[in-house]
């Protein structure tokens, strides 16, 4: 389905601009509920995306960023996930008057799983679930989750995607300038993980830095052949009397959107303080720049959300490690002694448990060796990463 994000004619799809900071801009208050805001002020969202269609959009995000039982919970909504859903889509639906896509956009929920937080694997599918579920009886034409934190985050909300429909799903990440999360996530790991979860589309948004996005889409562009976004805020926010600014020219972006596509963009779009002048840029953009040819990636596996490696290791590289209950500190000292790669025999469920919980803290990747079906599904699905089994 990954054609769905490709446009007649060899051009870079364009998607709309910014949602928050237009909205900000038309007076949304700061830690307001945001959907509930639009819902009250229906004709703010309308004025934005109408302008980002005729700009030359092909594809517009509902404002559901937020619309999932956690974040609407915290403003006493939590029970009206469908009914938002449904109305939120329904406004990017009149906005886009056919002539452009709409998508489901699902973000983070701000929960966090072991060992940062104690939200399980399960529950975070569950919030994403309802909300996909309402996306789709809502009639959404693509699904992005964006802005996510964690690979562990996004594997849930793809996996709960995939429950209930589909249709193409676009992911999308922040980045700082080495390739990270926030959270200490390697891009070019958590491409390959989430494209063996069966995403259409992968990306970064929400970087306010052109050059390190463009170095990023380089990196990336090697190890797959899905179409591949940029969706950069408008240049680093500036603050100007207790106000944060993005000055970025629409000029400015047009000419790094072009050295995008060069790099392996096939979808262009603004997050952070970008406006329609911008959605223009990024038309004329990829109206200038044909898509070039896409390597044949090559095969490579990734085994956690740290490193990404070759196919084999030397034999000395690879240490076996018990699950005994101190994991994570037999782990720690086969890595200062040389290990490349943790190999690990599950044959319990509470092994399992203390593998999951301590996936995040090690830094290399794991090869697993599991017999039981059962327990062997439900690793696959809930680690973060894409996993060398026996």
């Known amino acids: 389905m990954a054609g769905a994000f490709r446009t007649a004619g060899g051009k870079a799809l364009v998607l709309d601009g910014a949602t928050g900071t237009q909205l900000q801009s038309r007076g949304m208050p700061a830690g307001c509920c945001v959907e509930r805001w639009v819902l009250d002020h229906p004709e703010a969202i309308l004025e934005i995306q109408r302008s980002y269609v005729l700009a030359g959009a092909g594809a517009v995000y509902a404002p559901t960023f937020g619309a999932n039982r956690a974040v609407l919970g915290r403003h006493g909504l939590g029970d009206r996930v469908a009914e938002y859903n449904r109305r939120l889509v329904d406004l990017s639906r009149k906005a886009a008057a056919d002539r452009a896509m709409v998508g489901g956009d699902l973000s983070t929920t701000g929960l966090l799983m072991p060992p940062a937080g104690e939200t399980s694997f399960g529950e975070l599918e569950g919030i994403f679930r309802e909300q996909a579920e309402a996306l789709e009886q809502a009639g959404v034409d693509f699904f992005a989750v964006e802005t996510q934190l964690t690979l562990g985050e996004a594997r849930a909300a793809v996996t709960a995607i995939r429950q209930v429909s589909r249709k193409p799903v676009l992911c999308s990440f922040p980045f700082d300038r080495g390739g990270r999360t926030l959270c200490g996530g390697d891009l070019r790991g958590i491409l390959v993980s989430l494209e063996a979860l069966g995403i259409d589309a992968f990306g970064i948004n929400c970087v306010g830095d052109l050059d390190a996005l463009e170095e990023m889409l380089a990196v990336l562009r090697p190890y797959t052949a899905l179409p591949l976004l940029a969706k950069p805020n408008a240049g680093m926010p500036v603050t ?5 600014e993005y000055r970025l ?21 603004g997050c952070c303080g970008t406006r329609e002048e911008h959605v223009r840029a990024l038309c004329r953009a990829a109206e ?41 500190d037999n782990a720690r000292e086969a890595v200062l002694d040389g290990a490349r790669m943790l190999r690990v025999v599950l044959e319990e469920e509470g092994q399992l448990e203390e593998l999951l919980e301590a996936q995040g803290l090690v830094k290399v990747p794991l090869w697993v060796r599991c017999s039981q079906g059962a327990m062997r599904a439900r690793f696959l699905r809930e680690y973060s990463g894409k996993a060398k089994m026996d």
Do not use: K, M, N
């Open 288 to 328: 200038a720049e044909p898509l070039p040819g896409r390597p044949v990636p090559e095969e490579t596996w990734y085994a956690c959300e740290y490193s990404v490696v070759p196919d084999s290791l030397p034999a000395g590289q690879v240490a076996a490690v018990s699950l005994d209950g101190e994991f994570e």
């Open 249 to 269: 020219p629409p000029e400015t972006l047009e000419e790094h959107a072009r050295r995008f596509i060069r790099r392996g963009a096939d979808i262009l779009g």
């Open 240 to 244: 100007r009397a207790g106000r944060t």
